[in-house]
């Protein structure tokens, strides 16, 4: 046992629930991972978050817990409400800090977007560290943003700033589950690629893809592609340089908007290697304004699916 | 005579040199208008702004002379060199505020992006006085932006910031002067505008357009576009309706990158009618994510094209 102050990062994800167990310098001592259930409902999500921090302290090393910080999808405004996320089932607007709260109400508990949290963690600790400038992009199930300025994170007049994914890369595209047509989530998101694998599997039946989906098309997730992609299948880096190629279409006009170079890829996605950080820089490279074309830089992540909770975690250490 | 200050508000467009006398509250007591030549090359343009700058101290009415502020097309960098504004010839990288005190050697010179000087008239004096945070976006012969966020300038790292004209709708649209495909600028700037209505106009022999051209397909322009619509063209008024639902695809992005509400449009096609002014909001509103829909509001410019003259003042007064 120790008396050092550790704090509980929980990365609240639209599939799966994270939480670990952060000590001051930013080690995590333990982490677990659990179902979200949200086609269940916000109350079968607090129950997942209640079962992933308990797990969490029952694992800690020392009682002295500095708090519960969680990233969590959609806009969360400046009062912590948790609004509109998506995936969740009939989450309109939920104060998710209240809620928890009441189920520790020993801790303190914060709450910020999780694209956000990623990104701090990402300035405090990660690829960064070196830029005070950067767009942070979350590419997994779905693709979300955080902005860093001037090394603090740009939250915006009401906490909704980095919403990237609903841009429109085509106005005339397909409808997305926004509203709003053509978005770049809409493109690269894992519904797309998970489709779009699937079918050009058919003319590709010794992909590796089928193989890690063992045999079973519903099973293809952006994970899946990943590691096929990593492991060197050629048409996994074909669906994911073609994805990265209009995921760098969004972040050109976010770099020509914001006056920004720097684009730091995490989630999923990011891990299958470093084709499709180049395949994104390319893009991105080749769409901005030509006074940006020199300094755009697209850099994969250093923490990894561990941004989210450090910068979760971040927020109450 | 006075000896109240005044100062000179160079707005330099594409097209023209609007060059006005503001006194220290705002009040423009002349303005004139010349030629930018910008076909001619920067030296042209150097002399097209000395003629403009000298006709209007040569109006003033007082010798006390505060400076002069100049709001440049493309980007300004943190050393006031402009780089690579669009339609003048050979303009790579210009210390234009240098070149401006060459040729008035007793006076300061200040150089701002044009759209950002605008953003501040507006901020200061105009629809945006009540908003602390909003994009501002011209309209004319091109499409550019400002960005105010709690009341002062958002720059970005290097002074680019705001350049939403160049936001791709269409990752496969037409290739822009920009090397990128699909920008939005592509669809409602000047060039599109005027070729689909020319095209437009052969359906359409009785339309107001075509009289305000004098006949001439080739002088279609977006300010008699706007003039048409504004006199209740019914084709005019279906392009200006269409371009501004197209130009509300690239502002919803940036409203929700950057988690703003509130768009200011100005520019000659602001001003065809507050029809064109709702098609953007319409667009906008139902193209944002759900949280931010009921706060979208799009107001028109209540400076007009003073605005460019007013906050190029500002920066010398």
Redesign the interface.
């Known amino acids: 046992m120790t008396t050092e102050k550790f704090a509980v990062g929980v990365d609240l994800g639209a599939t799966t629930v994270k939480t670990g167990l952060v000590a001051p310098n930013g080690a995590i001592v333990y982490q677990n991972k659990f179902p979200t259930n949200g086609w269940l409902g916000p109350q079968a999500v607090f129950a997942q978050i209640k079962i992933s921090v308990d797990d969490a302290l029952t694992h800690s090393p020392s009682t002295n817990i500095s708090g519960i910080g969680i990233g969590a999808p959609g806009?969360v405004?400046n009062e912590g409400s948790v609004?509109?996320p998506p995936n969740i089932k009939d989450w309109h607007s939920v104060r998710l800090g209240n809620e928890i709260h009441q189920l520790f109400p020993t801790l303190r508990v914060e709450v910020e977007n999780d694209a956000n949290t990623a990104a701090i963690a990402e300035a405090k600790f990660g690829a960064g560290k070196q830029h005070?400038?950067f767009l942070f992009v979350i590419w997994g199930t779905g693709v979300g943003?955080g902005?860093i300025l001037d090394k603090h994170l740009?939250?915006?007049?009401?906490?909704?700033?980095?919403?990237?994914g609903?841009?429109?890369?085509?106005?005339?595209g397909p409808e997305c589950n926004?509203?709003?047509?053509?978005c770049v989530e809409a493109y690269v998101g894992q519904r797309y690629l998970s489709n779009r694998t699937a079918q050009k599997l058919q003319s590709h039946p010794g992909s590796k893809i089928l193989q890690l989906a063992e045999g079973n098309l519903t099973k293809i997730e952006p994970r899946i592609i990943s590691q096929a992609a990593h492991d060197g299948d050629a048409l996994a880096r074909e669906i994911l340089t073609e994805a990265g190629t209009?995921l760098g279409?969004?972040l050109?006009?976010?770099m020509?908007?914001?006056?920004?170079?720097i684009s730091i890829i995490g989630g999923g996605l990011s891990e299958a290697g470093d084709f499709v950080i180049r395949a994104i820089e390319e893009s991105v490279r080749?769409?901005?304004?030509?006074?940006?074309q020199p300094e755009i830089r697209v850099l994969q992540s250093l923490l990894g699916n561990n941004a989210g909770i450090l910068g979760a975690a971040g927020l109450v250490l």
């Open positions: 806009v405004d609004k509109s005070p400038n943003g902005i740009y939250r915006g007049p009401s906490g909704g700033a980095g919403e990237i609903h841009i429109s890369v085509d106005f005339n926004c509203g709003n047509r053509g209009l279409v969004a050109a006009g976010v020509n908007t914001m006056d920004l170079r080749a769409r901005v304004l030509k006074p940006l």
